[in-house]
């Protein structure tokens, strides 16, 4: 089955500038991931969706950050405007459905980098 | 909100000997902890997953350990290859859903 598949992969951006990430996640997974992650650092958490309703977004930062999942299968996360510690991985993650025993399924991520 | 250790410095192993890798918590015994592989460039993929109530979990050359009185986990990778050579992350239930709380991975290289 084909996996999690994000776009872009590499995006270098000025601070100040807007940025948008896509996912697409594995079919038939119902609960999608955004996490972010910092090199050097564990994946963090930033929201997560179950069908096309946020699930849990408390770590979010949302007077810049905004994710939506419109039908229910593809996301995308928007940063505007872009600060420099917004550097990162951006990573999308899926699983079948919201259970605390699932493993979830992860994208290759996109690295961004804020001049 | 829950705390997860991992060694930060990276751990050289000898091809052929067993790998050991910790995981240590600070607050509450989660449910369950899971553990991910990741390879430069990629995303973690998971490997396996221990509940609260189970000692032990194998799979192939894998061995996860859970003691809810250490407040840790232990991971092995016996007759290690250099393919194993990788980050490897630790994860606990957060407080919301069921996103995860990462550790910060513990890099290994096993020499051959």
């Known amino acids: 089955e084909a996996g999690v598949a994000q776009s872009p992969r590499y995006k270098i951006i000025e601070k100040r500038q807007s940025v948008a990430f896509w996912c697409n996640p594995i079919?038939?997974?119902?609960?999608l991931y955004w996490y972010q992650q910092i090199l050097g650092q564990g994946p963090k958490l930033l929201i997560q969706f179950q069908n096309n309703g946020v699930v849990d977004d408390s770590q979010l930062p949302k007077d810049r950050f905004s994710a939506e999942r419109l039908k229910g299968v593809d996301s995308t996360l928007k940063i505007q405007p872009a600060k420099l510690e917004d550097s990162a991985v951006y990573l999308c993650a899926s699983s079948i459905n919201i259970d605390h025993y699932n493993e979830q399924f992860f994208g290759p991520g996109t690295r961004l980098t804020v001049l | 909100s829950q705390k997860i250790e991992q060694n930060s410095e990276a751990l050289n192993i000898q091809e052929g000997k067993t790998a050991t890798l910790t995981c240590n918590y600070t607050?509450?015994?989660?449910?369950?902890l899971q553990w991910y592989r990741q390879d430069p460039g990629r995303g973690p993929v998971f490997l396996l997953l221990?509940?609260?109530?189970?000692k032990e979990k194998r799979k192939e050359r894998l061995k996860v350990t859970f003691d809810t009185t250490l407040k840790q986990s232990l991971f092995h990778i016996t007759a290690s290859q250099p393919a194993d050579s990788a980050t490897y992350l630790c994860a606990v239930p957060g407080g919301g859903a069921d996103g995860l709380t990462f550790g910060k991975g513990t890099h290994l290289i096993i020499q051959p």
């Open positions: 079919s038939g997974h119902a609960t």
């Open positions: 607050n509450y015994s989660p449910a369950y």
């Open positions: 221990i509940r609260e109530n189970e």
